[in-house]
Nanobody
């Protein structure tokens, strides 16, 4: 079965950086996407960025060049590098995956992803 485990969360001051990791396993189809999402208290879960099996990234508009999604195919790990962090970036960050023939065209809608990690907390103080 597909499993995803996030790590790398923590507390940082505004302007700082964090790199989150997502170790995934159990993906059996050759086409898949791994997405990053976040959910702040009282808010809906929103997409941050994603990367597909050929390494093509896609980002939410609010990222504005501050975040980078990458992946190490051999290690089956995706990374979310977050720079110039703002207090409004405080949230629980999740990685999620979807596999299938259409998965490269998947966007950043949470409902399009089938498998989810447990999340990791990111807190940015001003």
């Amino acid at each position: 079965r597909v499993q995803l485990v996030e790590s790398g969360g923590g507390s940082v001051q505004a302007g700082g950086s964090l790199r989150l990791s997502c170790d995934y396993s159990g993906i059996t189809y050759f086409r898949y996407s791994v997405g990053w999402f976040r959910q702040a208290p009282g808010k809906e879960r929103e997409g941050v960025g994603k990367i597909d099996d050929v390494g093509a990234p896609k980002y939410a508009v609010f990222v504005k060049g501050r975040f980078t999604v990458s992946r190490d195919h051999a290690k089956k790990t995706s990374y979310l590098q977050m720079n110039s962090l703002l207090p409004e970036d405080t949230a629980v960050y999740y990685c999620a995956a979807v596999q299938g023939l259409w998965s490269r065209s998947i966007g950043l809608a949470p409902n399009d992803y089938h498998y989810w990690g447990q999340g990791t907390q990111v807190t940015v103080s001003s």
